[in-house]
């Protein structure tokens, strides 16, 4: 026995769970996701995640595929049929089964899968250590705004970073820095925190909304703009966020170490704001 899955209805072992030759999120990508983070056995941030999909759902004119209530169910359930503590709930939407054609097909129920994955999430081998990234050409579509399964970008970005010898990259668009592969970023400089301001360039990240919302609350200054590698080169720290790996300092952008190569104090402190904050709310 494997994992138990949900696959359009039905709870399954993984090795039983099956999907369509036909499927378009198989055959185009025509699907979005979300990824919930569980800590002690508790969804971080559920509700967050439940506007974005709806609204990826919405921009895609994708129907929705179950009430919100019945997926908070199918997630809880999952929780508890495979014992999740710590790790994360994927949920993926897909417009459903239908010959292959570039429109979109009318009457087809959208599919709906969900599978938990067990993830050391707080103290992940990069928690203490923080990571080093690259910065590479942002080669991924408009609208990043969009939580959709064409992962083959970011796919690309990791394994460019894996092949420098780092554990990440930077996406440039323009002469600015957008977002990581598979999360936000963020620089430190002169005790002010700046992070890309919302728009259909990167996705609004519900870790990073939470962050900058503690960030704010505890006095700290916040400015979303734009900011440029050679900020980052020159910045006193750097960080990253999302639902897998929180807050997570940068220690070195494209070979240049960020202020003692430690993780910074900013960063820290916001982790720790961040876990203390999500492990009182999370559900
Ligand atoms: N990635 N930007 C991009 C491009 C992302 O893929 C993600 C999340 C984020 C951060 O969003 P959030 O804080 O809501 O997780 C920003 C998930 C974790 C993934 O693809 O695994």
Redesign the pocket.
């Known amino acids: 026995m494997g994992r138990t899955v949900y696959v359009n209805g039905e709870y399954l072992d993984e090795a039983d769970a099956k999907i369509s030759i036909f499927d378009r999120g198989f055959l185009m990508a025509d699907g979005v996701?979300?990824?919930t983070?569980i800590l002690n056995g508790k969804m971080i941030?559920f509700d967050?995640?439940m506007v974005?999909l709806a609204r990826s759902l919405s921009e895609l004119e994708m129907p929705t595929p179950e009430t919100n209530d019945e997926i908070e169910t199918i997630h809880r359930e999952l929780i508890r049929a495979n014992g999740l503590i710590e790790g994360?709930v994927?949920l993926q939407v897909t417009r459903g089964a239908a010959d292959r054609s570039f429109l979109f097909p009318e009457g087809v129920k959208s599919s709906l899968v969900m599978f938990t994955q067990v993830m050391n999430l707080m103290e992940s081998p990069t928690a203490a250590t923080g990571i080093k990234i690259i910065s590479i050409p942002d080669i991924?579509w408009g609208r990043?705004d969009i939580?959709t399964i064409q992962?083959l970008a970011?796919s690309l970005g990791k394994m460019a970073a894996k092949a420098a010898g780092v554990d990440d990259a930077w996406?440039v668009e323009d002469g600015f820095v957008t977002?990581?592969?598979?999360?936000?970023a963020y620089i430190v400089q002169g005790g002010k925190i700046i992070t890309r301001d919302l728009s259909q360039d990167?996705?609004?990240?519900?870790?990073?909304?939470?962050v900058l919302r503690f960030a704010r609350e505890a006095q700290m200054d916040v400015v979303e703009r734009p900011f440029t590698m050679t900020e980052a080169m020159e910045a006193d720290e750097a960080f990253?966020?999302?639902?897998?790996?929180f807050v997570t300092s940068v220690i070195e952008v494209d070979g240049q170490a960020l202020g003692d190569g430690k993780p910074g104090l900013v960063a820290r402190r916001l982790r720790e704001i961040y876990l203390d904050e999500s492990m009182k709310s999370g559900t």
Not at 179 to 184: A, I, L, M, P, R
Not at 202 to 210: D, K, P
Not at 240 to 245: F, M, R
Request: charged share 20%.
């Open positions: 996701y979300e990824v983070s941030d967050g995640h974005r994360l994927y991924r990043r939580k992962l970011p996406l977002e990581g592969t598979s999360n936000n990167i996705l609004s990240g519900i870790t990073r909304s939470a990253v966020t999302s639902a897998t790996t």
